[in-house]
């Protein structure tokens, strides 16, 4: 199974962009990479997930490496809002259809005043 | 609003007694998934569920009992054979069987012993 690794911490100042970035060098062809974020005392938010291009919506910009050994995730205009933990996941396959997400220790973004 | 409903959140157990956690999305997704987080950690899988009337254990089942009759709900109980419930609890689910739809999350039930 994939597994990730990611920086324990990180600050970034409020209004500039937070780049979180995460190692996946196991992931396989077919697994995507996921990002969740969590406030304490509440569940994962799901932000973005890829296979293989680079990904945006409302929320961040998702950036994977042409080797898809690693990616960032991009913040771009962080606030107050954005501390959390960030997860960078890579879905285990159960039985061929089922996925669990296999969550690690994540990163602490803090974003600072 | 669409989403996925935990109940309650905060939930006590004494010795010897079953619990139930209650998962209900209306969502429509057919999938639908227990993890259990305990401080500082990520999620262990617990149980999950393709479509109704049929679930499978993930990594840490021993203790832990479900149901799936509707499409709906997927209550967790919690039995007197798992020796340390303290822990965070999380339904999720997504929407098919098969693909990468992301899974979406409720917001937990914190379970603690007296």
């Known amino acids: 199974d994939a597994k990730t690794t990611q920086p324990p911490s990180m600050d970034c100042a409020e209004g500039r962009a937070a780049n979180l970035p995460c190692n996946h060098s196991?992931?396989?062809?077919?697994?995507?990479v996921y990002w969740y974020r969590q406030i304490h005392s509440q569940g994962p938010q799901y932000i973005i997930h890829g296979l293989k291009n680079n990904e945006t919506n409302e929320m961040a910009s998702l950036i994977i490496t042409e080797d898809r050994k690693s990616s960032t995730l991009i913040l771009p205009h962080a606030t107050l809002r954005d501390t959390a933990v960030y997860y960078c996941?890579?879905?285990?396959?159960?039985?061929?259809?089922?996925?669990?997400?296999?969550f690690g220790s994540g990163t602490q973004l803090t974003v600072l005043p | 609003d669409g989403g996925i409903t935990q109940s309650p959140k905060y939930l006590f157990r004494k010795e010897g007694q079953n619990v139930t956690l209650s998962c209900e999305q209306n969502l429509n997704h057919d999938a639908m998934y227990w993890y259990r987080q305990d401080p500082g950690q990520g999620l262990r899988l617990i149980y999950y569920s393709q479509i109704v009337n049929d679930f499978q254990k993930g990594d840490i089942a021993e203790g832990y009992s479900v149901s799936r009759e509707k499409k709906e709900s997927f209550p967790l109980t919690v039995t007197s054979a798992q020796k340390n419930p303290t822990a965070f609890y999380l339904c999720?689910?997504?929407?098919?069987?098969?693909?990468?739809?992301?899974?979406?999350f409720g917001d937990g039930t914190r379970l603690s012993i007296l």
């Open positions: 996941i890579v879905s285990i396959i159960f039985s061929g259809s089922a996925r669990q997400l296999t």
């Open positions: 999720a689910s997504h929407r098919d069987r098969y693909g990468n739809q992301p899974q979406h």
């Open positions: 196991t992931i396989s062809g077919n697994e995507y």
